[in-house]
């Protein structure tokens, strides 16, 4: 999939990643349900539209919605299009929740800032744990889980540190301090866990980290890809996922070098207004798409770039099944390489042309004033 961004050459990347639509969720069927003679039953389904998702976690056939407008966490089966309302957050929350991690088991924690806590609750919502500490965790952004380690890691907004917790609760430790330097953190806005470790985004300094499990900086990525970073999800590859605030867009990387930048502002398949959240699992990346109220579901591909050419040239498919994933290819609206070319030759012409002009217009203005000069002079000499 091209991007509005120079291509790169094959010599810095050996594989390019890309993003193709799948399907929208805006919501689902719920059920009605009514008690006749002690037992329950179905009588009806309605749908029910998402008003503003702002969290997404997703676990094989099921996706998991924290909707801010009608203050509901949902679970959606993929195969029946039915919605589950799991949680009323108005009733178990004291703010808006800033983050959601779902467990394989579909236990699930929930960030809630004004409470400074993060909630932990099994698959059928009932409540188990608060992780709490009230002289480090003031004010909770972003929660993730440390498979390697088994551990829970917390983002606090007010210190700008990551708290490192047991799974029972207890505080073990910290990642990171306040700043701008490598392995410094200003703002962050978001984290997620991987095969390398800890990726942190920030809105200042460093927009995007991985941080070691023992809290060390491993690396920083390309600062001026991002802008103001607010969603970040990895793959199993190491890719990188991180949405754009600035531009509506999901920049990609993989290791520390950035290679496009997909989608923009719209409201069509493949456009987004505010990207709150991204979840990686099982080949597709979930993004919210908030002010649009719906989840676009996005089937993560890895192409491999003809060596030395792919940089001026759109790969084509080579079998069926590659013909069947560019057709299902997202209507981006962005123009192909040969088309940019060409729009910045006729833009190159156009301003040469304007400059020998002007040229022409100078130079006729300087030699009208010389002729009148040396007029009198040449009378006289008569």
Do not use: C
Not at 109 to 121: F, T
């Amino acid at each position: 999939m091209l991007s509005k961004d120079p291509a790169l050459s094959a010599t810095n990347a050996s594989t390019q990643q890309s993003l193709y639509g799948w399907r929208d969720i805006d919501g689902g069927l719920v059920s009605t349900w009514a008690d006749n003679t002690g037992f329950s039953s179905v009588v009806g389904q309605r749908y029910e539209r998402f008003i503003r998702p702002v969290q997404v976690a997703a676990r094989g056939n099921f996706v998991f919605v924290v909707d801010a407008g009608t203050e509901r966490l949902y679970r959606y089966d993929l195969s029946r299009n039915e919605l589950t309302v799991l949680l009323n957050l108005k009733k178990e929350m004291a703010g808006e929740a800033s983050d959601l991690y779902v467990f394989p088991d579909h236990s699930f924690l929930l960030v809630d800032p004004d409470s400074a806590s993060v909630l932990h609750y099994n698959h059928k919502g009932d409540r188990i744990r608060v992780f709490q500490d009230s002289l480090n965790l003031i004010r909770p952004v972003a929660v993730t889980y440390d498979d390697e380690m088994g551990r829970v890691l917390i983002a606090d907004g007010s210190s700008d540190d990551v708290l490192v917790f047991s799974t029972t609760g207890q505080l073990q430790g910290v990642i990171g301090t306040r700043g701008v330097e490598e392995g410094q953190f200003l703002n962050i806005t978001a984290m997620t866990s991987g095969a390398d470790g800890i990726y942190v985004t920030a809105r200042l300094g460093h927009r995007l980290q991985l941080m070691g499990r023992d809290g060390s900086h491993l690396k920083s990525f390309q600062s001026d890809a991002v802008v103001f970073p607010l969603a970040v999800a990895v793959d199993r590859s190491g890719n990188t996922f991180v949405s754009d605030y600035l531009d509506n867009s999901i920049k990609v990387f993989q290791g520390e070098l950035f290679l496009e930048s997909i989608a923009g502002s719209g409201i069509t398949p493949g456009r987004f207004k505010r990207i709150s959240d991204l979840w990686y699992d099982e080949g597709f990346l979930y993004a919210v798409d908030s002010l649009n109220g719906r989840i676009q579901v996005l089937r993560v591909e890895v192409i491999e770039p003809e060596i030395e050419t792919f940089a001026e040239e759109e790969v084509a498919p080579t079998d069926v099944g590659d013909q069947a994933a560019a057709a299902e290819a997202l209507p981006l609206d962005v123009p192909s390489a040969d088309e940019e070319l060409e729009a910045a030759q006729n833009e190159l012409e156009e301003l040469e042309a304007e400059l020998e002009a002007a040229r022409l217009e100078l130079e006729a203005g300087q030699a009208e004033p010389a002729q009148v000069i040396d007029s009198p002079s040449s009378e006289t000499q008569e």
